[in-house]
């Protein structure tokens, strides 16, 4: 398996919370490397535009304006198999239906404060990382 890479956001939920740290302790933990790293504040349009998928969900409205309520931090994370060992990582995205030792079973509050976002496929991770990553800010 190659090396891959992947888009994480730590929700304001998390950074709220003073989370950012222990987060990315459980992610170095199962071996996945910062390679970029920021913490912005997302306008409602980026959101808009990063959640495009789900613009027809019931959701959306409530999803768009929570993750523009406070800070994220966006990241690129690199390992052998980062998207799957990404995903298991995060846990389900319901913190009620995650396994134990998941960050959203740990941290997350609820389906929509669920702490963290991961790429779902390497196609997304691809598009994702574009979105809000230059290459030059991505050191591997
Ligand atoms: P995320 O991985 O960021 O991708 C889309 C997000 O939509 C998801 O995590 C959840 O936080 C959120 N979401 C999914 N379903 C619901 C729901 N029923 N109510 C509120 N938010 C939801």
């Known amino acids: 398996m190659a090396i891959e890479r992947t888009f994480s956001m730590i929700k304001p939920d998390a950074t709220r919370r003073n989370l950012t ?5 459980i992610l170095e933990n199962v071996g996945l490397r910062v390679i970029a790293s920021r913490r912005i504040l997302i ?21 768009t304006k929570f993750i523009s309520s ?3 931090v966006i990241q690129v994370l690199e ?3 980062a998207i ?5 990582i995060m846990g389900a995205t319901d913190p009620l239906f995650a396994s134990s030792g998941t960050v959203r079973k740990i941290f997350g509050l609820s389906i929509g404060e669920n702490s963290i976002h991961g790429s779902d496929s390497s196609d997304t991770a691809a598009a994702e990382i ?3 990553f230059s290459e030059r800010e991505i050191v591997g």
């Open 130 to 132: 574009a979105y809000w």
């Open 84 to 88: 799957s060992i990404n995903r298991k």
């Open 43 to 63: 306008t409602l349009q980026e959101a808009e535009k990063f959640y495009e998928v789900h613009k027809n969900r019931s959701f959306f409205d409530y999803l």
């Open 21 to 25: 740290g222990a987060i990315i302790k």
């Open 70 to 72: 406070g800070p994220t």
């Open 79 to 81: 390992a052998e198999n």
